[in-house]
């Protein structure tokens, strides 16, 4: 729960800057909002000297969570200086995901791949190109939520709109990145498993991060991920370039591309061969086995 109140309220536990918002204290909030429970919050153009230690003063004050006094706030090993979301996300990110074994590698995912890109922007790193297509990032979309005069919206009522977005957004990244914590050991030992490029799965498990970013140098030779299909049979991947790219490290032959049924068996020699896709970058069969052995022609081809 979240509550906007004065500086004078009783229950007041948080204070960030008034009027226009960013994506870092908006996204810090939500993040306060689920390690706190109750978050009375005060949105100030300055900092009472009164309530600097009684209260989390964020992106404002040039204390403890704030990122814009001379010289910053510090700076991840990676480069990456903090902003006021990357502050409270090291000190309550941990209560906001609760108990659970997977807390502490779900913590770094969501540092990585979503408080790190917010703080890279609010601190001005991110450079964008020339391109008349661009996307809409998430620092973005907080940034649509500050009302426009005609919609009759105040600051902090869009505030608190934002606040819910974000909330939503933090949410299905935690729901996310603690189950791929969970699947963790078990795609790392398909991975020491794994022979002729291919690594298989018993259940559909979040694998992409996990191969892509493991130091197990078998990783680097997997080309293709056979689980079962959320539709009917097994599904084969093939392995992207790096996480979010077109790019395959191993492409399946031309002769099977957009293929189906009857074509896709003469043209593979696979029994229950089912469906390639176009692009080459996942097909179906009826049965495990021959999931695995498409796949493994594939990455022999």
């Known amino acids: ?43 100030v153009n300055s900092v009472p000297e009164s309530l600097r230690l009684e209260v989390i003063v964020y992106d404002i004050g040039h204390g ?133 490029h291919v690594a298989v799965l018993e259940r559909r498990l979040p694998w992409q991060e996990l191969i892509l970013d493991s130091s197990n140098p078998k990783a680097r030779e997997i080309y293709f991920v056979v689980m079962p299909s959320e539709r009917e049979g097994y599904i084969w991947q093939a392995v992207p370039d790096y996480l979010g790219s077109y790019g395959l490290r191993k492409q399946v032959p031309d002769s099977w591309r957009g293929l189906s049924g009857e074509d896709l068996i003469r043209a593979t020699g696979v029994e229950t061969a089912l469906f390639c896709h176009q692009s080459g970058f996942a097909g179906v069969t009826e049965a495990q086995d021959d999931a695995i052995r498409m796949a493994r022609i594939a990455a022999l081809s």
């Open 64 to 196: 403890r969570y704030d990122h814009h006094q001379s010289g910053g706030n510090g700076v991840r090993g990676n480069g990456v200086p903090y902003s006021s979301v990357g502050l409270i996300w090291k000190d309550f990110g941990m209560k906001a995901l609760g108990e659970n074994d997977a807390a502490e590698a779900a913590w770094d995912y969501i540092d990585r791949l979503l408080i790190q890109g917010v703080d890279e922007v609010d601190n001005g790193l991110f450079v964008s190109d020339e391109q008349s297509a661009r996307q809409l990032t998430f620092p973005k979309t907080i940034a649509l939520f500050n009302p426009q005069v005609e919609s009759g919206l105040s600051f902090d009522e869009a505030f608190l709109e934002a606040v819910s977005y974000a909330g939503k957004v933090l949410d299905k990244a935690i729901a996310k990145y603690l189950s791929l914590a969970l699947a963790k050991p078990i795609v790392d030992r398909a991975i020491t498993e794994a022979q002729m």
């Open 1 to 43: 729960m979240i509550k906007i109140v004065d500086s004078n309220c009783k229950n007041l536990n948080a204070m960030t800057h008034a009027g226009f918002f960013h994506g870092d204290e908006v996204l810090a909030t939500a993040v306060l909002e689920r390690a706190l429970g109750e978050v009375y919050l005060a949105r």
